[in-house]
């Protein structure tokens, strides 16, 4: 089972700064399993960096939910410790 994490950019360069340099402070990160269909847009328009190379045993649910989006809140030095790309969403 792999697991891949979903950080949702509205900007291409945003996006390649953190996939390429890591989070950066504040020190928590709002991160999702699944895309939602409201953050469905055109490749040129939204971006989102992926979170690949989580271990099996990473379990999202271990980290508090942000009741407005439904977004799992992890500590950015969690987040760096895995490999990192840019997705269009």
């Not at 945003?14 to 504040?26: L, T, V, Y």
């Not at 490749?43 to 690949?52: K, S």
Request: charge should be negative; hydrophobic fraction near 45%; glycine fraction near 6%.
């Amino acid at each position: 089972m792999h697991v891949v994490l979903y950080h949702c950019c509205g900007s291409l360069e945003h996006a390649r700064m953190i996939a390429r340099e890591g989070f950066s402070a504040p020190e928590t990160v709002r991160m999702a399993e699944q895309l939602s269909p409201e953050h469905a847009r055109p490749p040129d328009d939204f971006h989102a960096v992926v979170v690949l190379g989580v271990p099996w045993d990473f379990r999202l649910e271990d980290y508090p939910v942000d009741g407005a989006t439904g977004e799992r809140i992890v500590p950015v030095h969690v987040l760096n410790l895995f490999e990192r790309a840019v997705w269009s969403v």
